[in-house]
Nanobody
Framework: VQLQASGGGLVQAGGSLRLSCAAS????????MGWYRQAPGKQRELVAT???????NYADSVKGRFTISRDNAKNTMYLQMNSLKPEDTAVYYC??????????WGQGTQVTVSS
């Protein structure tokens, strides 16, 4: 399985970005997916997750601003990020996992929010 994250970039505070994570293989539609991020000098943290049936979960810091979604027909997960803040600056990673079975990470995409 390979995960390819894309869509990062430089945006001003208050702006929007849409991240994509394209997955290879046949497990995408039956697997929980998630977005994580890691800012310089900080630990990697959960941003949002989405189950195979579309149930979502968000970190408190992004609730109401970010929306996670998936298109199983395209093997792709998305993260719509609105009202971006400088503290959202980080490398964003996508993850595909099933507990005690497998755990795959993408290579990361840089998001930089200027004030």
């Amino acid at each position: 399985v390979q995960l390819q994250a894309s869509g990062g970039g430089l945006v001003q505070a208050g702006g929007s970005l849409r991240l994509s994570c394209a997955a290879s293989g046949t497990m995408f539609s039956i697997t929980t997916m998630g977005w994580y991020r890691q800012a310089p000098g900080k630990q990697r943290e959960l941003v949002a997750t989405i189950t195979s049936v579309g149930s979502t979960n968000y970190a408190d810091s992004v609730k109401g601003r970010f929306t996670i979604s998936r298109d199983n027909a395209k093997n792709t997960m998305y993260l719509q990020m609105n009202s971006l803040k400088p503290e959202d600056t980080a490398v964003y990673y996508c993850r595909m996992w099933r507990t005690l079975a497998y755990d795959f990470w993408g290579q990361g995409t840089q998001v930089t929010v200027s004030s």
